[in-house]
């Protein structure tokens, strides 16, 4: 497992934008599989973006459709981090945004991109946007 720590988050008002940054511990950071998940009051977990490494390519990159367009997953393997650009945001992307990581990725991305096969977590950060 790798240690998490989400950072980034505030409070902006809509329409605005916000980079989370995720950093990690660990010497094979590239690669793991990165995805964020956010948690809204009263809702259940949703999953974000996912980032993973490629040998066909720079890399794999999936995001959730209320979110498509409008963030951008990214990662710096120098530098054990992950970001999480997000532009035109909406009152309703209000949630504590979590950072996740698995050392499998295939298998992560063949399930599904599942909360549940994130075998690492952050304490998350929370981001709130006002109308």
């Known amino acids: 497992q790798v240690q998490l720590v989400e950072s980034g988050g505030g409070l902006v008002q809509a329409g605005g934008s916000l980079r989370l940054s995720c950093a990690a511990s660990?010497?094979?950071?590239?690669?793991?599989?990165i995805g964020w998940f956010r948690q809204a009051p009263g809702k259940e977990r949703e999953f974000v973006a996912a980032?993973?490494?490629?040998?066909?390519?720079?890399?794999?990159?999936y995001y959730g459709d209320s979110v498509k367009g409008r963030f951008t997953i990214s990662r710096d393997n120098a530098r054990n981090t992950v970001y999480l650009q997000m532009n035109s945001l909406k009152p309703e992307d209000t949630a504590v945004y979590y950072c996740?990581?698995?050392?499998?990725?295939?298998?992560?991305?063949?399930?599904?991109?599942?909360?549940?096969?994130?075998?690492?977590w952050g304490p998350g950060t929370q981001v709130i946007v006002s109308s």
């Open positions: 996740a990581a698995d050392r499998e990725p295939l298998t992560v991305m063949l399930k599904g991109l599942r909360e549940a096969d994130f075998d690492s």
């Open positions: 660990g010497r094979t950071f590239s690669t793991y599989i």
């Open positions: 980032s993973a490494a490629s040998i066909w390519s720079d890399g794999i990159t």
